[in-house]
């Protein structure tokens, strides 16, 4: 059972410039967490979602940043116009569906290091 | 909101020194809770949990985490360290809202070892 997958594992982007990165899923999991960590800090929430639904994105800015994960295919986070204080390291990670009163964790994939030059 | 806090930001022992990272979180209702570890260059591995039952948690590598209640507290110990147990080490909170697992993260702390 492959585990998370996140790719580019590596991406450079000019300022301005638009930023996809992709998030596959474990197989059976329904659940996608994207976190930002920033240079010598923690993991910071972005946003929860479920196919075709965001469920929570308080931890998106505003702006430029948004997050889909369509029926089919990968969950893809999306920044555009890229600044440098965008500059981090973009983790995904997947849950199965959880019932009412079950407790599950979350897998992590191997992140993509966005740098903006 | 809940929010944690992990008071160690660089720790350095020599092998086979006993090791405790302390972890607070503040959130008034039920938790989970989560240490995970961060090799350089690698993904989040998850070292130990505690969703209910016994307080005192054992994970792999040897470690064992303690939730204490009434502090606020779940402190990550491992009696005896290893120079591969250099990594960063998470300590993360999830309030129980059933069918999210959003994780609340404190700022690390840098394990080193010395040989």
């Known amino acids: 059972n492959a585990g998370v997958m996140q790719n580019p594992r590596h991406l450079v982007r000019r300022r301005g410039q638009e930023a996809r990165l992709r998030c596959s899923p474990m197989?059976?999991?329904?659940?996608v967490y994207w976190y930002r960590q920033l240079p010598e800090e923690g993991l910071k929430f972005m946003v929860y979602?479920?196919?075709?639904?965001?469920?929570?994105e308080s931890g998106m800015p505003k702006e430029r940043f948004s997050a889909e994960f369509p029926k089919e295919g990968p969950s893809i986070l999306r920044i555009q116009q890229v600044v440098r204080g965008d500059s981090a390291a973009y983790f995904c990670?997947?849950?199965?569906?959880?019932?009412?009163?079950?407790?599950?964790?979350?897998?992590f994939g191997q992140g993509t290091r966005l740098t903006v030059v | 909101a809940q929010s944690v806090s992990q008071h160690n930001h660089h720790v350095i022992l020599s092998e086979a020194a006993s090791l405790e990272l302390g972890c607070n979180y503040s959130?008034?209702?039920?938790?989970?809770l989560f240490w995970y570890v961060q090799y350089p260059g690698q993904h989040l591995q998850l070292l130990l949990k505690?969703?209910?039952?016994?307080?005192l948690v054992k994970g792999i590598k040897g470690f064992e985490a303690e939730f204490i209640k009434s502090k606020f507290s779940f402190n990550l110990r491992k009696p005896s360290v290893q120079w591969s147990d250099t990594a960063e080490y998470f300590c993360?909170?999830?309030?129980?809202?059933?069918?999210?697992?959003?994780?609340?993260f404190g700022t690390g702390t840098r394990l080193t070892i010395i040989p």
């Open positions: 959130y008034g209702g039920t938790v989970n």
């Open positions: 993360a909170v999830n309030a129980l809202n059933f069918g999210n697992e959003k994780l609340t």
């Open positions: 505690y969703f209910s039952g016994d307080p």
């Open positions: 197989k059976g999991h329904s659940h």
């Open positions: 979602l479920q196919k075709e639904n965001i469920i929570d």
């Open positions: 990670a997947s849950s199965p569906t959880s019932s009412k009163g079950s407790n599950t964790e979350a897998f």
